[in-house]
């Protein structure tokens, strides 16, 4: 595999029959969440882990999408296409878990911890200098995998969002004037932190590992 840099596997002692999907967000690594993963592995959880290389280093937009098709297609060789399935994403994790509600309509489950519209990161000088590719450009590229699809494509789902209040990384009002849009379609619930981005990933996934279990319980 190319951008599925590992596959961790956790097998729980006493198991509840229910699957989690857990994708890392960029940079991050499977070791990193071994606190969360104690959790749900005591709660009963099977879950299979992913961690990804640094899809963006190369600034190729081109990457991301393979990403999506390399997970989907991992999904699909594991049969983990099932409405059952409940999927967490952090961040870029979060993004290719609305892909893959989008491509299936069996998935219908998913806990995304902060993310918004992935073509606004790239600063205006890295878009000039190293993607050598304009905003508009790169926004058209990610149309298809962005969480901004049209929401009418992702129909009848059941997510929950964590997004920070305020932040550098993303844009909190931009993504709920997006979510407003998509709660037309979907059952869609949002959970405001405190901090930005990476606190909330790190408060959410290190410091404070069970606050997750609620939230699952809620997709169920």
């Known amino acids: ?6 596959i961790k596997r956790v097998i729980p002692k006493v198991p509840t029959g229910k699957t989690i999907l857990y994708m890392h967000g960029y940079g991050g690594f499977n070791w990193q969440a071994k606190r969360q993963l104690k959790v749900l592995r005591e709660a009963g959880y099977s879950i299979i882990a ?3 290389t640094y899809v963006l280093r190369a600034h190729n937009p081109q990457e991301l999408i393979d990403l ?3 997970v989907d297609t991992f999904m699909q060789n594991e049969k983990l296409i099932d409405k059952e399935l409940l999927i967490v994403g952090i961040s870029l994790g979060g993004l290719v878990g609305y892909n893959m509600l989008r491509r299936h309509k069996e998935l219908t489950k ?3 911890i902060t993310g918004g519209n992935i073509s606004l990161l790239p600063s205006k000088k890295s878009l000039k200098k190293k993607w050598k590719i304009t905003r508009e450009q790169l926004a058209d590229r990610w149309h298809e995998i962005n969480m901004y699809t049209p929401a009418g ?3 009848d789902k059941h997510i929950i969002m964590m997004l920070p209040v305020r932040d550098k990384v993303i844009n909190p009002n931009e993504v ?3 979510l407003d849009i998509q709660k037309q379609y979907n059952n869609i ?3 405001m932190t405190k901090g930005g981005h990476y606190r909330t990933v790190i408060t ?3 410091i404070k590992p069970r606050i997750i279990l609620k939230l699952l319980k809620e997709l169920n």
């Open 110 to 112: 998913l806990l995304v």
């Open 176 to 178: 709920l004037a997006e």
């Open 153 to 155: 494509r992702l129909k």
């Open 189 to 191: 619930k949002l959970l």
């Open 1 to 6: 595999m190319q951008y599925i840099r590992s």
């Open 68 to 70: 999506m098709d390399e």
């Open 204 to 206: 959410s996934t290190i």
């Open 50 to 52: 992913l961690d990804f």
